[in-house]
C-alpha cells in the first residue's frame, strides 16, 4: 500500500510562495522592466493571490528587490562553482575565464540589472534598495577572487587588468543589448575583442 505523500509544512509553503513571487518579478523585469512590473503583474504570472504578495513584499521596491537579491546570488554561486572547475594553467585559464565571464555579462541577469539601475535614476527609493545588492555582490566577487582567478591573481598587475576586461565586456553587453538596430551584426563582435582581452591577460603570465 502507497503511503499518502508527506503534507508540507507552513515553512516550505511560504517559501514556495515567496520562490515564485521572486521569480515572476525577475521574468516581469526582463520581459517589460521596471515600470510594467506592477505587482498585479507579478501575482497573475505566480498564480498567487494579491493578499499573499502584500503579505510577503508589501511594496513592489521590496518585492523588485528581493529579487534581485535572489538572482544576484544565484549568479555568483554558479560563478563560484564553475571557476573551481576551469585549467589550473594561467594561459589556458585566461581564455576559459573570458568565456565564464562573456556567459554571466550577456545573461538575461545582466540585462534585469541594467533595465534597473536605468530606472533607479528617476526613482529615489529603487535607488536606495539596489545599493546594499551592488556593495553584496562587490563582497561576494572579492571572497571568491581566488577561486575566480586561480594562480591569475599572483600576476602583477592581475587586478587592474582584470578590471579593464570588465569594463571592456560591460561596454560590450550594453552594446549588444541595447543598441537598436534593424538587424543583428551578420558576426557577432565577441571573438575578435576575446582575442585582445586574452592576449593582455596573458602577457603578464609568467
Given at each position: ?33 521596471y515600470a510594467a512590473t506592477t505587482t ?135 552594446t549588444e543589448a541595447f543598441e537598436p ?26
Amino acid at each position: 500500500m502507497t503511503a499518502p505523500p508527506a503534507r508540507r509544512t507552513q515553512e516550505e509553503r511560504t517559501a514556495e510562495t515567496r520562490g515564485r513571487l521572486l521569480d515572476a518579478t525577475i521574468q516581469s523585469v526582463l520581459d517589460v522592466g521596471y515600470a510594467a512590473t506592477t505587482t498585479r503583474r507579478v501575482t497573475e504570472l505566480a498564480g498567487v493571490s494579491q493578499g499573499a504578495q502584500t503579505h510577503h513584499f508589501p511594496y513592489r521596491v521590496d518585492l523588485v528587490g528581493a529579487a534581485i537579491e535572489r538572482l544576484a546570488d544565484q549568479q555568483i554561486a554558479e560563478i563560484a562553482a564553475h571557476a573551481r572547475e576551469l585549467p589550473t594553467d594561467p594561459e589556458t585559464r585566461s581564455g576559459a575565464l573570458l568565456d565564464l565571464l562573456w556567459e554571466h555579462f550577456s545573461s538575461p541577469m545582466f540585462t534585469i540589472f541594467v533595465k534597473l539601475w536605468i530606472a533607479a535614476a528617476d526613482d529615489e527609493d529603487l535607488h536606495r534598495r539596489l545599493l546594499p545588492v551592488e556593495k553584496e555582490m562587490r563582497r561576494q566577487v572579492l571572497a571568491h577572487a581566488a577561486d575566480i582567478g586561480g594562480d591569475l591573481i599572483a600576476v602583477p598587475g592581475w587586478e587592474s587588468r582584470l578590471n579593464l576586461v570588465l569594463t571592456a565586456m560591460r561596454g560590450l553587453a550594453l552594446t549588444e543589448a541595447f543598441e537598436p538596430r534593424e538587424q543583428p551584426p551578420a558576426r557577432s563582435p565577441w571573438p575578435a575583442m576575446r582575442a585582445e582581452l586574452e592576449r593582455m591577460l596573458r602577457s603578464a603570465a609568467p
